[in-house]
C-alpha cells in the first residue's frame, strides 16, 4: 500500500460497535504513553501530520503510523489539536483513579478524612473534565471557578451527609458513601464544566465534516452520555471492591497488616479501572449523532432550507 494514500485519521477498528471502540479505547488509554516525554509526542504529532499533508517520511512503515496516531491521540485534544495537560488525559486516569479512589475507600470513617479525599478527588475530575470538553465552546475562568466549587460543594454534602447518616447502618453501607458521592458530583461537575456548551450549543456537522450549525440539544445529548460513562467507570470499583475487602478484613493475616489496607485497596482498584476506563469511554460513540428531526426548530429549519431531505442525521464531538 502506498503510504502516501494512507488515511491516518480512519478508525483502525469499527467505530460503530463497541468491540471496536473498546479497542480503540484500550488503544489510547494505554497509561504508558503518560510516561512519554513531550518531546515524543510532538515527534508523533508531527508524523500524523505529515501523513495528513500526503507526506511520509521515507521508510516509515503502516505499524509506526498507527503507534502515532495512538500517541496522538492519547496527549492531543481532538479539536484544537493542542497537547493536553498530563493529569487531565485519559491515559492518566489509571494511575490518577487507583490512588485517589483506593484511599477515598480506605479513608472513609472519619468526616476529616472524607472532606480531604472528597476534594482531592473533585479537584482532579474537573482537571479531567476540563481538559476532555468539546473545545469549540470556551469556557471563562470565572465559569470554571464556578463549577468547581459548585461540585466539590455537591461531593462533600453528599459524603458528609451520608457518613454521618450511616454511622448505625450495616458496614458495608457506609463504605458505598464514596460511590454515592462521586455518583452525585459527576451529575453537577461534568454540566458544571462545560455548561457554555449547554448555554451556546456545540457545532453539528453534516457526515463529511461540513459545519451546520451550533445545538444546545446536542450539547446535552453529548454530555448526559459522559456523565453515563463516568459512573459506570467508578462504579465496579467502588461497589465490588468494599464487598471484596470487608471479607478479606475478617482473616488474621489481614488484621496483622492494617497498614497495608490503603496500598491494596489502590492495587485493586487500578486492576478494576485498567479495564473499566476503556469499557465506560466505549459505551457511546466518540463522534455522536442526532437526527435532525431531534435538534431545535430553529436549526432544524435552517438544515431543511439548505439541503431538504438530503441530511438525515448531525454529528459533533461528545467529549469524554
Not at 470538553?133 to 475562568?141: D, E, V
Not at 461534568?190 to 461540513?210: H, K, S, W, Y
Not at 496500598?263 to 486492576?271: A, D, L, S, T
Request: proline share 6%; aromatic share 10%.
Amino acid at each position: 500500500m502506498a503510504l502516501s494514500s494512507f488515511d491516518i485519521d480512519a478508525p483502525r477498528w469499527d467505530q460503530s460497535t463497541f468491540m471496536g471502540r473498546l479497542k480503540h479505547f484500550f488503544n489510547i488509554t494505554d497509561c504508558r504513553t503518560a510516561l512519554l516525554p513531550d518531546s515524543r509526542l510532538d515527534e508523533a504529532k508531527a508524523l500524523v501530520e505529515s501523513c495528513r499533508a500526503g507526506s511520509v517520511p521515507p521508510g516509515t512503515t503502516v505499524e509506526q503510523l498507527h503507534y502515532a496516531k495512538k500517541l496522538y491521540d492519547s496527549a492531543f485534544h481532538p479539536d484544537t489539536g493542542d497537547r493536553m495537560n498530563l493529569i487531565g488525559r485519559m491515559s492518566f486516569q489509571v494511575p490518577g483513579g487507583m490512588a485517589i479512589t483506593g484511599f477515598m475507600l480506605q479513608f472513609y470513617r472519619t468526616v476529616p478524612a472524607v472532606v480531604f479525599w472528597q476534594w482531592v478527588n473533585q479537584s482532579f475530575n474537573a482537571l479531567v473534565n476540563y481538559t476532555n470538553r468539546n473545545a469549540a465552546s470556551p469556557i471563562t475562568p470565572k465559569q470554571i471557578g464556578v463549577a468547581y466549587v459548585t461540585a466539590t460543594s455537591t461531593a462533600l454534602a453528599t459524603a458528609v451527609g451520608l457518613n454521618l447518616y450511616t454511622k448505625k447502618a450495616p458496614p458495608l453501607v457506609a463504605r458505598w458513601v464514596p460511590f454515592v458521592a462521586v455518583a452525585a458530583a459527576n451529575c453537577v461537575n461534568i454540566p458544571m464544566m462545560r455548561q457554555q456548551e449547554i448555554l451556546n450549543g456545540i457545532a453539528v456537522t453534516d457526515e463529511n465534516g461540513n459545519k451546520l450549525g451550533h445545538s444546545t440539544k446536542a450539547a446535552v445529548k453529548g454530555i448526559t452520555q459522559v456523565v453515563v460513562s463516568r459512573i459506570t467507570m467508578a462504579a465496579p470499583g467502588m461497589i465490588v471492591l468494599p464487598i471484596i475487602m470487608q471479607r478479606l478484613e475478617k482473616y488474621k493475616f489481614m488484621q496483622r497488616i492494617t497498614f497495608l489496607h490503603g496500598p491494596i485497596q489502590v492495587m485493586m482498584v487500578g486492576v478494576f479501572l485498567i479495564f473499566m476506563v476503556p469499557a465506560a469511554c466505549s459505551l457511546f460513540p466518540q463522534r455522536c449523532s442526532m437526527a435532525v428531526s431531534k435538534l431545535e426548530p430553529e436549526l432544524r429549519d435552517s438544515i431543511r432550507s439548505q439541503y431538504g431531505d438530503s441530511i438525515q442525521r448531525v454529528y459533533f464531538n461528545k467529549g469524554l
